[in-house]
């Protein structure tokens, strides 16, 4: 299992950044995928999670409404869309792979890719 985070950068309040998550090793489309993130000294959040069919997605009650999760089952990817980024959404933004196949929202995870960096400068 390979899970490839990328997007993350340096943005002003109020921007737009779009993260990927790039999978390999195991068969994408059977599995719900997540994003979680960290802050520095801080522990793991919860973001969004999306199932393996990309029809149900799940939101922390910090990013609804702001951030949009979604996949391509043919290219093995999964997005997620920032939009009006504040500073607290400063974190290593990570992907994570479902534990078991199951079309339902699971939030549980059993592998994570590397993180990707995101800051948001006021």
């Known amino acids: 299992v390979q899970l490839v985070e990328s997007g993350g950068g340096l943005v002003q309040v109020g921007g737009s950044l779009r993260l990927s998550c790039a999978a390999s090793?195991?068969?994408?489309?059977?599995?719900?995928m997540t994003w979680v993130r960290q802050a520095p000294g801080k522990g793991p959040e919860w973001v969004s999670t999306?199932?393996?069919?990309?029809?149900?997605?799940d939101y922390a009650g910090a990013v609804k409404g702001r951030f949009t999760i979604s996949r391509d089952n043919a290219k093995n990817t999964m997005t997620l869309q920032m939009n009006n980024l504040k500073p607290d959404d400063t974190a290593v933004y990570y992907c994570?792979?479902?534990?078991?196949?199951?079309?339902?929202?699971?939030?549980?995870?059993?592998?994570w890719g590397q993180g990707t960096q995101v800051t948001v400068s006021s």
């Open positions: 994570g792979k479902g534990v078991s196949v199951v079309n339902y929202i699971q939030h549980e995870s059993d592998y």
């Open positions: 999306i199932n393996s069919g990309g029809g149900t997605t």
């Open positions: 090793g195991f068969t994408f489309s059977s599995y719900a």
